[in-house]
Structure formats: C-alpha cells, structure tokens
C-alpha cells in the first residue's frame, strides 16, 4: 500500500517548500523506501513550455517528454530517480481532461462541478502516479500558498484522499514563514497559526510544520507553534540557512523528521544509510579552488532561468574539488568591442539553451572569442547552434550563415527547422522532447568524457544542424562527434584543435546529479580549473 505525503505551503511563497519536499524524498530513500514525486501547479497553463522564463524559471524536461516546473529538477537531484509526466499536474491538464471527458459525453449527462468531477480528476493523478510507480511513498508539493483561491480543488482533493485512506497512511507537511519584524529581532508566529487555521477550514489537519527564518526557532517558539498548531513540539522542524542546499536533509535529519514520518505511516523504523549524502556534502564543502565561468544567456536577470545548468557546473565543481564562481553575462551587451572586457577574465563560457533573436549575435561574438582565445567552450542547444554559426562563418567562410529560426532568407540556413517540425502550428509541447539516443564518434572528447559509445539525453528544440552543410563543416575543422544515426541528426560537435570546445544539441543538464555529477560538466569545469592555472 502506498503512503502519501502533502507538502503545502504557508502565506509566503518561495521559502523553499520544493527543496523541504526533495529533502524528505532523500531522507526517506536512505531509510530504503521507494520515492516518486509530483509537483500540483494550479495554474491554468497545461505547463510551463509557452511560459517565458521570467514568469516560472526553467522548463524542466523529463525523461518522457514532459515540460515541467524547476522543482521537478530539484527532485531528480535529490532522490536520484528520472520522474515522468506524472509528475507534474497543473490545473490546466486537469480541466483539459475534464473537459474532453464531458464532450465525450463520458459523465453521462450530468452536470460537471468542480466537485466530484474535477476533485476526482486530480485524487486520479495521485493514485495513478502510486499505481504506476509502484513507490512505498509518493510525495506531492501543492505549488502557492494556502490562501490562492486556485488551489483550493487541489486541498481538497487532498483532503478527501486523507479521507478515502488509514490515517496512518497520509501525512501533510505544511511550509511556513517566520518573519522577523522591521526594527526588531523577534520572531512572529502569527503567519503559521493564520494558515494553519486556513488550512483547518478546509478540513485538513497539518502533521508536520516546517519553519524558515532568519533566526533560530527557540525551544519557546516551538512550544507557542505546538500549541496554537496543535501538533507535537518535536514535529515542528526548522529549516536552517545552509552553506549548500544539500545540506536541508541533514539538517531534517538532525530533528528526527525522518523517524517521525517513519512513525506517523506505520513504517519500520529501518537504520538510515546516510553515510554516503553526508560525506557527499563534506566533499563539497572542502572544494577550494576557484574557477570563474561565465554564462553568457538572455534571461541573466532571473537566475532560475538557469537553475539546472547552475547547479551542474557548481556540483561539478565540488565534485572535482572547484569552487566555481558563474558570472551571469547579458547576451545583448556583447559586441566585438565589449568581448573582451566581459569574457576576458573567464576560465571557461558556456551558452545554454534559448530561443528567439534577442542577443543571438552576442552569443556568436562569445564562441568565436573563446575559440580565439582557446579558453573552453561549452555550448548546449542553443549554445551549440550558435557554435556552428560562428564556425561556419569565420572559419568555413560562410559569411552570412544563420539559423533560419533567426533570418528565414538567409542563403547558408546551417541551422534549419527540423523536418519534423514543418507546419507544426501549436507552440505547447510539440518540441523535439525527452530522451532520445545519441551515438559517439571514436577519438572523440565526448567519448572519452562518457566512457562509452552510446548515450541518452533529453532534447527541448526544434532547429538542428542542417545535413546539407557537414562537408563544408567537416572541411573548417568542426569535428561532428555525436549523431543519432536512426534521425540523422547531428548530436554534438568539437573543435578537436582547441583546448575543450565542445556543444551538444541535447541538455545535459537534465540528468545531471550531485551523486553523480554529469560527464560533460565534469570534464569542462576541470578543462576550466586546468585552463586557469
């Protein structure tokens, strides 16, 4: 039978609710339980794919092609498992499946509410997801706060979910702010009890509260939110501040919220294997040497945008004994005069994904200066169209190449939309999407980086290189190093000249984790390190 958890949050939003639910995914893994997660965004969008990333941060993509919220990637990070697109649940979906289901005729002539039918709908995603799954526990964070009038189908589904099951085989854990008031040191409570007793008034009774602040939850502060909460004092766990995100388990870990769970679900209270997270995060934190990378992006003014390539590079760092520093570079302000004083001083550049125009002649001004200058490159899908821009026109003396994404005339289209992708209209997840294979060419640095001749990473485009244009390529010294042979597409590409310039078609990112930290970050971060001694 699985158990259930909800993770719901307080009056304030983005106190960390994503990494306080990953953190007791970690937990309960090395307790030796299965974990799936999920992630209910209320929002009528069907997902974040057509939302810019100032408004939600990255897409995360799944293995399965699902376009989903930046949380999933923190969950894949900590529990080390690949979620899929039950995963992510959104308000959109559920009325779109809703609706289908009532022009169908599939509710035989009844009139459609928001309870049961659309209730129903979402308990179907949770109770799907454990089927499916097969996980002992499945964890749910219900995205925004108590008090947004779109989430209220989700509490109560959740609630009726509590009510179809064995108390002890659902818990809620609810986030909250502990605010500091201007002018003074103390700590308010007010905020827990308002939304503990929101939460109340629609018939959920909260487990588990987890506190932020700026300052310690003394013994008195958890006694007065016991009380007024009406939970046991030892469930009431603080959230500390940490050097490292990675660290929240070990911190949840050190107020027993792993044996309270454990507990409170009728589970075995099995000897923890925690061993090897701790030592990770000790390793980590003993990585001294600094290296300066610089992002080079479009969207540098919201650093979520870049959430998972950041978090790569930075546990690729730690994994290899690197302090990395990312320098956040606006695209649209470099030009062939201001190269050198945004990039000069950078051990390595590295262009992520995008789309569109807007500083699209920036990025090329970035690849051709580090492969100018042999300082390592690492593009990745946009980044590596960008690569082949620059090669095609400084190298293979095509002057005017493009992406046709860019300039629909251009007479060298060496980046083209896909075949595929002809007279697709919807823009929402009809992308090139989840995992795809990619086989690697002998005598090739990707080869050597992953230790093997065939690989699986998760694609989000629609342009690739054009086939028409590899002699001209191959002839300018672009070595095309990874190809799906059953697309015939070019995968990744190298300058085997250069000191490491290397860009994938595919993000890597995606999969990378802090246990695991991914072949290509790994290798360039180090090329960096090198580079700067």
């Not at 990637?73 to 899929?84: Q, S």
């Not at 799954?133 to 219900?142: K, M």
């Not at 013994?219 to 766990?237: H, M, N, T």
């Not at 949840?252 to 309270?260: A, I, M, T, V």
Request: contains cysteine; glycine residues 8%.
């Amino acid at each position: 039978m699985t158990k259930f958890i909800f993770v719901t949050g307080g009056v304030v939003s983005g106190i960390g609710k994503g990494i306080s639910a990953a953190s007791i995914g970690r937990l309960l893994k090395d307790r030796g339980l299965t974990v799936f997660m999920q992630k209910f965004d209320p929002y009528l969008n069907v997902d974040p794919g057509v939302m810019s990333p100032y408004q939600h941060g990255e897409v995360f993509v799944t293995v399965d092609g699902a376009e989903t919220d930046l949380d999933l990637g923190h969950y894949e990070r900590f529990i080390d498992e690949e979620l899929t697109r039950a995963a992510s649940v959104t308000t959109g979906k559920i009325y779109s499946h809703v609706i289908k289901k009532e022009r169908r005729g599939d509710y035989d002539g009844a009139t459609v509410q928001v309870i049961p039918h659309v209730t129903d709908a979402i308990k179907e995603a949770i109770y799907r997801a454990a089927r499916d799954s097969q996980a002992d526990v499945v964890i749910t964070e219900i995205g925004g706060t108590v008090g947004d009038i779109e989430g209220l189908p989700f509490l109560e589904a959740i609630r009726q979910i509590h009510s179809e099951n064995k108390a002890e085989d659902v818990i809620f854990v609810h986030t909250v702010l502990v605010p500091t008031i201007p002018g003074s040191d103390e700590l308010k409570t007010k905020p827990t009890q308002h939304s503990f007793k929101q939460l109340m008034s629609y018939g959920i009774k909260t487990d588990i509260i987890i506190t932020r602040s700026d300052g310690e939850v003394t013994e008195g502060l958890r006694r007065k939110i016991s009380l007024f909460c009406d939970v046991p004092e030892e469930a009431v766990i603080q959230s500390k501040h940490v050097d490292l995100i990675y660290e929240v388990p070990l911190v949840f870990h050190e107020q027993d919220l792993d044996s309270l769970i454990l507990k409170h679900l009728n589970l075995e209270d099995q000897p923890q294997s925690q061993g090897h997270w701790r030592a990770m995060v000790e390793r980590f934190k003993e990585a001294k040497k600094p290296v300066d990378i610089g992002l080079v992006g479009k969207y540098v003014q919201l650093e979520d945008a870049y959430i998972s390539v950041t978090q790569a590079l930075l546990d690729a760092g730690y994994d290899t004994g690197y302090q990395v520093k990312v320098h956040y570079i606006n695209a649209e302000e470099i030009t062939p005069e201001t190269v050198e004083d945004y990039l000069g001083a950078m051990d390595g550049i590295i262009i992520p994904g995008g789309f569109g125009e807007r500083g699209f002649e920036g990025m090329v001004q970035a690849s051709k200066f580090a492969r100018e200058k042999d300082i390592p490159y690492f593009g990745i899908c946009l980044g590596m169209q960008v690569s082949v821009v620059d090669v095609a026109r400084h190298l293979a003396g095509l002057r005017e190449a493009n992406t046709t994404e860019i300039e629909a005339e251009t007479p060298y289209p060496v980046i083209d939309l896909m075949e595929q992708q002809v007279g697709v209209d919807n823009l929402g997840g009809t992308m090139r999407l989840g995992n795809y294979p990619c086989q690697l060419e002998e005598d090739s640095l990707a080869r050597r980086l992953y230790h093997q001749d065939e690989i699986q990473e998760r694609h989000r485009h629609r342009y690739e290189v054009n086939n028409d244009y590899r002699a001209p390529l191959r002839k300018a010294g672009l070595f095309l190093s990874g190809l799906n042979e059953d697309l015939d597409l070019v995968e990744m590409v190298e300058l085997p000249s250069h000191y490491f310039y290397l860009a994938c078609q595919f993000h890597p990112e995606f999969s990378s984790r802090p246990n695991k930290t991914h072949p290509l970050f790994r290798g360039f971060v180090e090329a960096a390190g090198q580079k700067r001694k």
